[in-house]
């Protein structure tokens, strides 16, 4: 089902940005910062976005892709990220509502060449979750 994409954990090597649209926000992702927080793969979506918003991405497992609560869809800029292993393509089976651009935000990582646009699935934005959007 998914298309392959650059090897696995690339390392950004320039500034680049995550943005979701839908939330009006954007996070610049500096290679010299990596890790950011202490979910998800260093440099992943769930690794920048939750050190800046602990709360917009559901993270059951704590980013140790044992669930399928961080499922993003990478709507954009998709051909930068890392290729999905056969632990997240697992998570991702699980997960509700998946589509083709459907990735785990703690394993999706970017190699900075592009800027990476998001969309959370509804039911796993934690803000609308807890009415804090
Ligand atoms: S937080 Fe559990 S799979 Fe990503």
Redesign the pocket.
């Known amino acids: 089902m998914k298309k392959c994409r650059v090897a696995a954990e690339p390392k950004p090597k320039q500034k680049y940005k995550i943005i979701i649209p839908a939330l009006n926000k954007e996070y610049i992702v500096d290679p010299n910062d990596i890790p950011y927080g202490k979910?998800?793969l260093p440099g992943s979506v769930?690794d920048v976005i939750g050190a800046h918003d602990e709360e917009i991405?559901?993270?059951?497992?704590?980013?140790?892709?044992?669930?399928?609560?961080?499922?993003i869809y990478v709507k954009e800029g998709d051909e930068s990220t890392n290729e999905l292993s056969d632990i997240?393509q697992d998570?991702i089976d699980k997960a509700r509502g998946i589509k083709l651009e459907s990735r785990?935000?703690?394993?999706c990582v970017g190699d900075g060449s592009k800027d990476i646009v998001i969309e959370i699935p509804s039911w796993n934005v934690n803000a609308v979750k807890e009415g804090k959007d």
């Open positions: 979910h998800g769930l991405i559901d993270h059951a497992c704590g980013g140790v892709q044992a669930c399928s609560t961080c499922h997240e998570c785990m935000a703690c394993c």
